[in-house]
């Protein structure tokens, strides 16, 4: 900054000396004001934002990614009404999505607060008043032909003065602060709005998987009562052969003991649908036993989709908590130019004009005019280390932020590459659980086909209908965590949320040009 300034001050000393003194005033006063701009040399950022490459998750995501990203109506593929009336009841009783709209309506007020301080401004200011002046003990003497004439200024020392002032504004704004600080102003109440986007998508995700908990709860809730019925049957034939002495007493009291771990496993899964039911109604901000007027799930099976193309790099512009990164990030990037224009001269025009006169009777007199009109001019002369420890604490805030920005990118792509990961591992366990059902369902078939022969025994065949119910429980847990492991991805993947499609105006982008009035006073959220 200072080279530049000593080429202007050269370029001016140059027109002084060319032109006429008189017109040449106004550019030696701007010299000298120029000269006192303060340095920000040294001082910079030292963080810069990531941008992960396109091939980032190549070996996780695998080949031929040329799939849709989730829609934001992804809850309907599940083709259940109660659970679309649950989300919405969340999304409209929540506290903290209700919390997230009213930062929003701050922010928004602290913009509007702002730009009725900016450009143009005015007031105007009525007074009167009843005073008392100082009576001098001696009166004022006049002299007149060398004679010295007592004359009484105030024959009342008690007057009544009143004004009439109105008196305008113009903040010229010449290096941009006011600019920059509405663009701080607007990437916070972007980013306010955008913490809402997550707060719904965070809502949506973790209530539809404690629905998706509740139905692999019911689920296993049919399987162990269905390995209760034949733990029963088992039970009746090992007593009935204990008491005709074909079997020791040990087999019957097995089978009781397995029983009652039976009961166990029972109480403890009902135990899991009442808290999981509690949790969903206090989701759904009705209060917790909401939960308890539900119908068991009936969710419709959700098809896997391919990974979108360029993931990691589109990534960035569907995940609502990068998104509110970033455009903290450009906050603090405003708040440095907030603090550089405050190195140069303040220049706004100040304006008056009234009337003002000792008593009220008075003041509309021509007398009573009075006005001022001229430019008001600041230099940070005194202002040198202040400003330069504000702008190294901006440079310092930016670093931060963009270092929260390049964290929430890892961890995004972190958290889609442990879904994929998962997903994959639960692909193959189901896999192998499938033939481990085929081949216990095989076993009960030729248990009753021995049976059936009379080679056979029915405790035989209650035994791998056991077994085969074991293997189904193992599977149907599969299964739920292949449902939860689904949902999950959807949520890393942003949840259909598409920066470019935000309800309400634009979001902002770091920019030079001051924003209209249109977007300044907007204030539609859905």
């Excluded at 000298?32 to 340095?39: D, F, N």
């Excluded at 992804?74 to 903290?96: H, I, K, M, T």
């Excluded at 920019?511 to 204030?523: E, G, K, L, M, Y």
């Amino acid at each position: 900054m200072k080279q530049p300034m000593r080429r202007l001050m050269r370029h001016l000393i140059r027109h002084l000396i060319r032109h006429r003194m008189r017109h040449s005033c106004a550019l030696l006063l701007i010299a000298s004001a120029l000269s006192g701009c303060v340095s920000d040399a040294g001082l910079h950022a030292n963080v810069q934002p990531r941008k992960p490459s396109a091939d980032a998750l190549a070996q996780t995501a695998g080949p031929g990614t040329h799939g849709a990203w989730p829609a934001p109506d992804w809850v309907g593929r599940y083709r259940d009404s109660q659970l679309d009336e649950l989300v919405a009841e969340a999304l409209q009783n929540n506290p903290d999505l209700q919390v997230a709209k009213a930062r929003v309506s701050a922010a928004q007020a602290q913009l509007e607060q702002f730009a009725s301080l900016t450009g143009l401004t005015g007031t105007a200011v009525a007074t009167v008043s009843k005073t008392r002046l100082p009576q001098p003990a001696d009166v004022a003497n006049v002299s007149v032909g060398g004679q010295q004439i007592p004359v009484q200024v105030f024959n009342d020392p008690t007057v009544s003065p009143a004004a009439l002032i109105a008196g305008l504004s113009y903040q010229l704004d010449l290096w941009g602060r006011n600019a920059a600080l509405s663009r701080g102003l607007l990437s916070s109440r972007d980013a306010a709005r955008i913490d809402a986007e997550q707060v719904r998508l965070t809502l949506t995700v973790a209530l539809v998987t404690l629905y998706c908990e509740l139905d692999r709860a019911f689920a296993m809730q049919d399987i162990l009562r269905q390995k209760q019925q034949a733990a029963e049957r088992v039970d009746a034939v090992l007593r009935e052969r204990s008491a005709r002495g074909l079997d020791n007493a040990y087999d019957a009291a097995d089978a009781t003991l397995k029983q009652s771990r039976l009961a166990a496993q029972q109480a403890l899964n009902d135990e899991r649908i009442t808290l999981t039911e509690l949790q969903i109604g206090v989701m759904t901000g009705r209060g917790p036993e909401r939960g308890l007027s539900l119908h068991r799930p009936q969710l419709a099976a959700a098809a896997d989709a391919p990974m979108p193309a360029q993931l990691p790099v589109d990534l960035l512009g569907r995940r609502p908590d990068i998104v509110a990164a970033r455009l903290r990030a450009e906050a603090a990037l405003a708040s440095v130019d907030v603090t550089r224009a405050q190195f140069y001269p303040d220049v706004n025009l100040v304006a008056f004009a009234g009337l003002t006169a000792l008593t009220p009777a008075a003041l509309f007199s021509r007398a009573a005019m009075t006005g001022s009109i001229g430019p008001a001019i600041s230099l940070p002369v005194f202002d040198r280390t202040r400003l330069r420890a504000q702008l190294g604490g901006d440079y310092a805030n930016v670093d931060a932020t963009v270092s929260l920005y390049n964290k929430t990118v890892d961890e995004a792509l972190g958290e889609v590459a442990r879904q994929l990961t998962s997903l994959r591992t639960v692909d193959t366990l189901t896999n192998e659980q499938t033939r481990a059902v085929d081949a216990a369902a095989r076993i009960v078939a030729i248990a009753e086909e021995r049976h059936r022969r009379g080679i056979g025994m029915q405790k035989d065949v209650t035994l791998a209908d056991l077994s085969l119910l074991d293997e189904r429980a193992q599977q149907v847990d599969l299964q739920g965590r292949r449902r939860l492991l689904q949902v999950a991805l959807v949520g890393a993947l942003g949840g259909g949320f598409d920066e470019r499609k935000v309800a309400g105006a634009p979001l902002s982008h770091y920019q030079t040009t001051f924003p209209s009035h249109a977007r300044i006073t907007d204030t539609h959220f859905d």
